[in-house]
């Protein structure tokens, strides 16, 4: 593969399903259990170094030595005062950054995860985009960010959502192996209902998503009730208009018979009117879905939101007179900028 370290990598048997590890096996004429022990190595002993796989054979051990593991490494932590959810800045095997965020529920933790470098998308509020995509994430990095926090916080995590950096459905592939590895049995056994996949909106994923069938959480992250409101932040929307959206969105919901949650980040004076509301009730009101009000989360290059906004708990008790199921997002950590992209920012800025 090619990628933009210093020197090529060969990690991409590191992605490998179970079966794939047994068919390896039986291909270096080792017993099919083999596969099993390299799969849990992987994926329940991340801190281990190969040298240190001692149940495997020296000879195992050594071809296997090859292999490059990318490894996740936290680079900074930002812990809150206010309510304990930290924030990481992860470093990967080619020096590029991403971030994560851990949430601390009364049902247990959650990691937001990241799935690309950088973000193509280009939503005009959002930080992790600035720069664009650098490279999409491998599998084995989406899932080293929850085992290196697991093992530096010393917990298990319960829940993933797929907020981070990045866009989830723009690099399919590998985030279905993510999702796949982390719920196999032999792997973290998490269940696909504690796992969420949010998108801007990228329809054939959704598609995919929905053949793909597992029980998974959909979240879509709206932010706008019209074309022309969605059209001037979200360049997706260009692409796949509002009206092919909640289209896709209705099918999804007939294939998979599961509850879509719609991300609406609030941006007074720009999207908080009673009209909007009015707007976004009607789009929603027949739909098996779930609205979560989000604050803005200010950056410098976004010009908008900046007027005295209405309270966000006021629009979420008129949506809810309207028969929308709606929920305020707590702001979690906010003594440590705990939306994403602006760590990376920093970091990427400090270098240059
Ligand atoms: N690309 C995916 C997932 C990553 S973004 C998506 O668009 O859903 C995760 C969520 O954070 C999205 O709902 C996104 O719109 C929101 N978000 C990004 N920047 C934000 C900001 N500055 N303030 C508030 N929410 C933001």
């Known amino acids: 593969m090619s990628c933009i370290g210093k020197k090529e990598h060969n990690f991409s048997p590191v992605n490998y399903s179970l079966e794939q590890w047994r068919l390896k096996m039986d291909e270096w004429n080792e017993k099919a259990f083999r596969g099993n022990q390299i799969y849990e190595y992987l994926h329940r002993s991340y801190g281990l170094g190969i040298n240190e796989w001692n149940r495997l054979p020296k000879s195992l051990r050594d071809k296997l030595s090859e292999l490059d593991i990318p490894k996740v490494v936290i680079e900074d932590k930002y812990v809150s005062d206010?309510?304990?959810?930290?924030?990481?800045?992860y470093k990967l095997y080619d020096d590029s950054y991403i971030e994560g965020v851990l949430m601390k529920y009364k049902y247990g933790y959650t990691l937001c995860v990241s799935t690309?470098?950088?973000?193509?998308?280009?939503c005009s509020f959002c930080a992790s985009t600035k720069g664009g995509k650098q490279r999409d994430l491998e599998a084995y990095e989406i899932l080293g960010q929850i085992y290196s926090v697991e093992i530096e916080e010393d917990i298990s995590i319960s829940h993933v959502v797929l907020m981070g950096m990045g866009e989830?459905?723009?690099?399919?592939?590998?985030?279905?192996?993510?999702?796949e590895i982390l719920a196999s049995k032999e792997g973290k056994n998490m269940s696909y209902r504690n796992m969420t996949v949010s998108t801007c909106g990228v329809v054939p994923g959704i598609e995919a998503l929905a053949e793909w069938g597992k029980p998974v959480t959909l979240a879509i992250s709206l932010h706008g009730t019209?074309?022309?409101?969605r059209n001037e932040i979200m360049p997706?929307?260009?692409?796949?208009?509002?009206d092919e959206l909640m289209k896709t969105v209705d099918r999804y919901t007939n294939a998979t018979g599961r509850r879509v949650s719609f991300e609406f980040t609030v941006?007074?004076?720009?999207?908080d009117s009673m009209e909007s509301m009015d707007r976004l009730a009607d789009l929603l009101s027949k739909k098996l879905c779930h609205v979560n009000l989000i604050p803005l989360n200010p950056i410098e290059e976004f010009n908008k939101g900046k007027q005295k906004s209405i309270s966000i708990y006021k629009l979420a008790d008129y949506l809810e007179k309207k028969n929308i199921q709606t929920s305020v997002r707590r702001t979690l950590g906010p003594d440590i900028?705990?939306?994403?992209?602006q760590l990376r920012q920093r970091k990427v800025k400090g270098r240059n």
């Open 82 to 89: 206010i309510d304990g959810t930290i924030k990481y800045l």
């Open 226 to 229: 019209n074309d022309s409101e």
């Open 168 to 179: 989830p459905l723009d690099n399919w592939d590998h985030v279905k192996r993510f999702m």
């Open 236 to 242: 997706i929307n260009r692409k796949y208009p509002i």
């Open 337 to 341: 900028d705990a939306s994403c992209g």
């Open 116 to 122: 690309q470098v950088g973000c193509a998308m280009g």
């Open 267 to 271: 941006i007074p004076g720009y999207n």
